[in-house]
């Protein structure tokens, strides 16, 4: 499975736009990218998936180049709310196949 | 949307004692289930891949006969914990995906306590 890398941690403040990249450098042609958002002591919960070029829906739009080496999730307008461990992945859409988790992305949103 | 529930969402147990965690897919049935573990600050670890009808796939470092995984319908699967001791305490999330969707879906997990 592609590995992923994403920075560490990112802080905004409300009414921001946030983009949070990660790169996949070795995506297989079967692959999708997925982004899952987790606050503390919950399941993760599932943001948005795409292939390529771009997605968008009612929470956040999904970037991503010809080559499908990198991705980038668009949060528009973040509120407090927002503050929460977001994870990129990868992995094809077969139902036994298990999404494997990197260190994800905290963000902070301040008031 | 599909909906994955866990039962119980938080549990303290005595050293020694085992512990079942079960995983529910309520709306949809799922042939595989997913079982993760997660430690404060961290991120999720895949455990294992709970099949219907047969046996489970553990990863690399997961004891199968500590964590007994049972997947006996095509919307249950059960963790239970072994004889449990302090290092197991943890946040256990199980996931699965509908044959009919891409996403795939997570259980709000488990916090088990050993004490």
């Known amino acids: 499975l592609a590995k992923t890398t994403q920075p560490v941690s990112m802080d905004s403040y409300e009414g921001q736009e946030v983009n949070i990249t990660c790169s996949h450098n070795n995506i297989a042609t079967n692959d999708y990218i997925t982004w899952y958002q987790q606050f503390p002591s919950q399941g993760p919960r599932f943001i948005i998936q795409g292939y390529k070029t771009k997605v968008t829906n009612e929470v956040a739009s999904l970037f991503i180049p010809a080559d499908r080496k990198s991705s980038t999730l668009s949060l528009p307008r973040v509120s407090l709310s927002d503050t929460a461990v977001y994870y990129c992945l990868v992995g094809d859409n077969q139902a036994g196949t298990a999404l494997i988790f990197g260190k994800g992305t905290t963000l902070s949103v301040s008031s | 949307g599909a909906v994955v529930s866990q039962h119980p969402s938080r549990v303290i147990c005595k050293s020694g004692t085992s512990v079942k965690i079960e995983c529910r897919s309520l709306d949809f049935q799922a042939t595989t289930m997913f079982w993760y573990r997660q430690f404060p600050k961290q991120s999720l670890m895949l455990m294992a891949t709970?099949?219907?009808?047969?046996?489970?796939?553990?990863e690399q470092g997961v004891e199968k006969d500590k964590f007994l995984i049972n997947h006996a319908s095509l919307t249950l699967s059960t963790l239970t914990v072994t004889s449990a001791h302090p290092e197991d305490s943890s946040f256990y999330i199980c996931s699965a995906r509908a044959n009919s969707r891409n996403e795939q879906f997570f259980g709000p997990g488990t916090r088990l306590t050993v004490l």
């Open positions: 709970s099949n219907e009808g047969s046996k489970a796939t553990y």
